[in-house]
Nanobody, 127 residues
C-alpha cells in the first residue's frame, strides 16, 4: 500500500489549506484513515481520523471546529480541510491507514495502530 499526500504550503494565520492523501495498492482492506502531525522538536500528534466504511470522524481537541476530515471511497482518498489556521498548526502532516479490523475507538487516536504511512507534507502558518 502506498500513500501519497499533497497540499501543504505556506499560509497566513487565519487562512485555509486543504490536504489530500491518495491510497494505492491493496485498498480493499482499508478500515480507517487518519492524519497526524509533527512540529519541529515535538512528538507526533493525532489530528483527525475517519472510519472508511461509515465515515465517522474523530478529531483532536486542538483542531475541533477548525479542521474537517472527509473521504472519497471511489478515489481511495482522504482530505483534511484546515481553516482558521494558527501558527501552532505549523508541522509536517502525515496521512496513515489502518488495515486491520479493530473494536475500540481508541485505535483511531493511536499512531502505533496505523499500518501504512505516507510521506509528510509541510504546512507553515505565518503570524
Amino acid at each position: 500500500v502506498q500513500l501519497q499526500a499533497f497540499g501543504g504550503g505556506l499560509v497566513q494565520a487565519g487562512g485555509s489549506v486543504r490536504l489530500s492523501c491518495a491510497a494505492s495498492g491493496r485498498t480493499y482492506s482499508v478500515y480507517a484513515m487518519g492524519w497526524f502531525r509533527r512540529a519541529p522538536g515535538e512528538e507526533r500528534q493525532f489530528v483527525a481520523a475517519i472510519s472508511w466504511g461509515g465515515g465517522t470522524t474523530y478529531y483532536a481537541d486542538s483542531v475541533k471546529g477548525r479542521f474537517t476530515i472527509s473521504r472519497d471511497k471511489a478515489k481511495n482518498t482522504v482530505y483534511l480541510e484546515m481553516n482558521s489556521l494558527k501558527p501552532e498548526d505549523t508541522a509536517a502532516y502525515y496521512c496513515a491507514t489502518i488495515y486491520h479490523r479493530f473494536y475500540s475507538e481508541s485505535y483511531y487516536y493511536t499512531a502505533d495502530e496505523y499500518d501504512y504511512w505516507g510521506q509528510g507534507t509541510e504546512v507553515t502558518v505565518s503570524s
